[in-house]
Antibody, heavy 120, light 107 residues
Framework: EVQLVESGGGLVQPGRSLKLSCAAS????????MAWVRQAPKKGLEWVAT????????YYPDSVKGRFTISRDNAKSSLYLQMNSLKSEDTATYYC?????????????WGQGVMVTVSS | DIQMTQSPSFLSASLGNSITITCHAS??????LAWYQQKSGNAPELLIY???SLQSGVPSRFSGSGSGTDYILTISNLQPEDIATYYC?????????FGGGTKLELK
């Protein structure tokens, strides 16, 4: 059974940093692209980052480019999101998701999400 | 960037009825479209990919169609467990974008 479990969320002040983690199990982690998707309170879904199987390629929307860094450790079956220079508009539930194929594709499994609140 | 416009934003329907949700892309996405269901307080779940392919385990009352810029999600014989918010998402190219969502309620 595919499982994705996020951790590391919490309350953080504007301008500070936070690192999210996602522990994967039930599939061969190193064979899949992975992604982060977020959802602000009572809002829709927003794609945040994607990483290739080896970690050599990463992709971001303009809203987080230069502030967020996605990474992975295939030996630990873990995905990470380093978030720097946080803003109030980054407040959201962050989901770890498995991407079905390489490159641009859909998310076939999602974690339960972790809440990040950016506030002073 | 490709913009995804979903309609309606809210939909009220009766059990046993059929409903349709539409998703319009700002350019041709060549069928690279997925639909997700999100129940209150839960993570999204994949329903349909490649515009019309049903994800394993999803009931056959869900179906998708469309091509080019216009896509439809149809739910037939509406069941209580279908009450949720539905999102479309293109994956033609980066950045990946979602529609604004359709909240389905019981009439």
């Amino acid at each position: 059974e595919v499982q994705l479990v996020e951790s590391g969320g919490g309350l953080v002040q504007p301008g500070r940093s936070l690192k999210l983690s996602c522990a994967a199990s039930g599939f061969t982690f190193s064979n899949y692209y992975m992604a982060w998707v977020r959802q602000a309170p009572k809002k829709g879904l927003e794609w945040v980052a994607t990483i290739s199987t080896s970690g050599s390629r990463t992709y971001y929307p303009d809203s987080v480019k230069g502030r967020f860094t996605i990474s992975r450790d295939n030996a630990k079956s873990s995905l990470y999101l380093q978030m720097n220079s946080l803003k109030s508009e980054d407040t959201a539930t962050y989901y770890c998701a498995r991407q079905n194929n390489i490159g641009t594709t859909y998310n076939d499994y999602w974690g339960q999400g972790v809440m990040v609140t950016v506030s002073s | 960037d490709i913009q995804m416009t979903q309609s309606p934003s809210f939909l009220s329907a009766s059990l046993g009825n059929s409903i349709t949700i539409t998703c319009h892309a700002s350019q041709n996405i060549k069928g690279w479209l997925a639909w997700y269901q999100q129940k209150s307080g839960n993570a999204p779940e994949l329903l349909i990919y490649k515009a019309s392919s049903l994800q394993s385990g999803v009931p056959s009352r869900f179906s998708g169609s469309g091509s080019g810029t216009d896509y439809i999600l149809t739910i037939s014989n509406l069941q209580p467990e279908d009450i949720a918010t539905y999102y479309c998402q293109h994956y033609q190219s980066f950045p990946l974008t979602f529609g604004g969502g359709t909240k389905l309620e019981l009439k």
